[in-house]
């Protein structure tokens, strides 16, 4: 009997660390949602402040506010697409270039991307290939929207006019 209740007692140890350890994944991945979902309405309420401000001074200090929440959570899309737009804004193209080729070497999000080859192109940096890895995530994904056709446009690739086509027929946004 001893050895019977000693495999019983092992057993129910081994329910009770993988029940602890799956409510713990359960916690932290709600965490995570939550910081997500915190950073982004944190950063919203941000640009919108940035936006509607005059003061130089107030718009440093909501530029390094929302540095920090980058900083703090760059994972966040969200939070990443807000702090580059602010950067683009004000002509820090290499400070935004950096933020989107950190975030673009860990997610290869094709949107994020195409603004990153722009950027680049924007200070003089033009990457065909960084263009040709927009269109092949997209094609990857089966994606034909406009962020591919900027990119076909941008190699000039001979199918771009066809794929144009594609994407505005039957579209009422001509």
Known sequence: MG??????????????????????????????????????????????????????????????????????????????????VILSSTGEYKKAIFVLESFNRKNENPSLLLHECMLKDRIGDYEESCYRKVISLKKAHGINDADYIVALFMVGDKGFDKEKDIYMKGRDDN
């Open 3 to 84: 050895k019977a209740h000693t495999g019983t007692n092992m057993i129910s140890k081994k329910f009770v660390s993988v029940v602890l350890m799956l409510l713990l994944l359960a916690m932290y991945a709600y965490a995570v949602k939550n910081k997500h979902e915190n950073s982004t309405r944190e950063a919203s309420l941000l640009l919108k402040e940035y936006v509607s401000s005059t003061d130089d001074d107030q718009k440093k200090s909501i530029l390094n506010r929302l540095s920090s929440l980058y900083h703090d959570d760059p994972e966040n899309i969200n939070v990443v697409r807000m702090y580059i």
